[in-house]
């Protein structure tokens, strides 16, 4: 097992737990990749920005690191969050399993994994039971979580540059 990985994880996964986002966007290196059920393709500073998006909209976001290895170049982790969900006001519970690639000491690429009717069974209440596992809902629930997050990144200051 590679040291270094193990405590980046354990960095990562503390400061979700913390609803702190900035922390966790610091874990990403710079081209990165993100990719799970809601959010399938996030790239360069999108997955730092969905986690600070995400953390700052809940107020009850609870985190456990259940399980994680690492070795230099991959790792794997299962965590489970629970929190109510802000566009319903209902509560759920999510176990995740993360898959990693590091380069540099940070976070090249994350692939996370839930069971999305599940999920949208007890975020969207009826429509998740009834339509969770149709492609139709999976499509609906992307389009409005990548419109926020557009909307979350057009927010937020850009950068200074200097001559």
Do not use: K
């Not at 006001?89 to 590091?102: A, E, H, K």
């Not at 692939?111 to 139709?136: C, H, I, K």
Request: charged share 25%.
């Amino acid at each position: 097992m590679a040291d270094a990985e193990l405590a980046l994880l354990d960095r990562f996964y503390a400061a979700f737990d913390r609803r702190d986002g900035a922390t966790m966007a610091a874990c990403y290196a710079p081209d990165a990749r993100f990719a799970d059920p809601v959010f399938p393709d996030l790239r360069g500073t999108e997955p730092g920005a969905m986690w600070r998006m995400l953390t700052a909209s809940s107020s009850d976001l609870a985190v456990e690191l259940v399980e994680r290895e690492a070795t230099a170049q991959r790792g794997s982790a299962r965590w489970i969050a629970w929190y109510t969900f802000p566009q319903t006001g209902r509560p759920v519970v999510n176990d995740v399993r993360s898959t990693f690639r590091f380069t540099g000491g940070l976070i090249e690429a994350q692939q996370d994994e839930f069971d999305f009717p599940a999920w949208s069974r007890q975020a969207l209440g009826v429509t998740g039971l009834l339509l969770g596992r149709t492609p139709m809902l999976r499509n609906r629930v992307r389009r409005t979580a990548r419109a926020r997050l557009d909307r979350y990144l057009a927010e937020q200051p850009s950068p200074r540059h200097t001559s």
